[in-house]
């Protein structure tokens, strides 16, 4: 599957997220998180689009990269699939919730291409495997990093899985089944140890 396009998406991606970090104890730089979700996406797909666009799912949403720089770079296909794993803007006169913004996302990809499903798969595989390896045995930490409403998170994640379970056809359901279970026995684990 390696070509130009790709490269050039390997490229922006890296270039857009510079100087971001994820959040943990060990902070990487944001942009191992896209290469991962990438490379799951390419065990479940030949299509270079779906791909480029895993590459590029944050961009709109966390960098200054816009819609149509976007589309020259990449074309509209590429655009349409980012647009839908993009969280919806923040209106400057209201800033919703961490779960409203989240119900919101879930809630855009009730009509999303099957391309953009998979994506969100991979995406919150990566993110919910991440935590469980990092904080299993921090509970603690988690909690400072990630905020202390689990009880939100549960909502969110099984607004999710309705969603990706009721309208993705692909493979990569199984595992996000399974990774989405190892998560809330993680997150039970949490409640218990840190009394919420």
Not at 85 to 114: C, F, G, H, Q
Not at 129 to 153: I, P
Request: proline content about 3%; glycine content about 2%.
């Amino acid at each position: 599957m390696y070509s130009y396009r790709l490269e050039q998406a390997i490229r922006a991606a890296a270039v857009l997220h510079k100087d971001q970090l994820r959040k943990g104890a060990m902070p990487l730089p944001y942009v191992t998180h896209l290469y991962a979700v990438a490379w799951i996406v390419a065990d479940y797909t030949d299509s270079e689009d779906t791909v480029i666009a895993a590459l590029l799912q944050d961009t709109l949403e966390d960098t200054s990269y816009t819609p149509d720089e976007l589309r020259e770079d990449f074309g509209s296909n590429v655009l349409k699939i980012v647009e839908y794993v993009t969280e919806p803007k923040v209106l400057e006169d209201k800033k919703p919730s961490w779960i409203d913004r989240k119900l919101a996302y879930v809630k855009m990809l009730k009509n999303a291409p099957e391309e953009a499903l998979l994506i969100a798969a991979a995406d919150k595989i990566n993110n919910m495997r991440s935590w469980v390896e990092q904080y299993y045995d921090d509970h603690a930490r988690f909690m400072k990093d990630f905020g202390t409403n689990l009880d939100d998170r549960i909502v969110f994640y099984q607004n999710l899985s309705n969603v990706l379970n009721s309208r993705l056809k692909n493979d990569i359901i199984a595992e996000f089944n399974h990774v989405y279970t190892e998560y809330k026995n993680f997150i039970a684990n949490v409640k218990k140890t840190e009394g919420k």
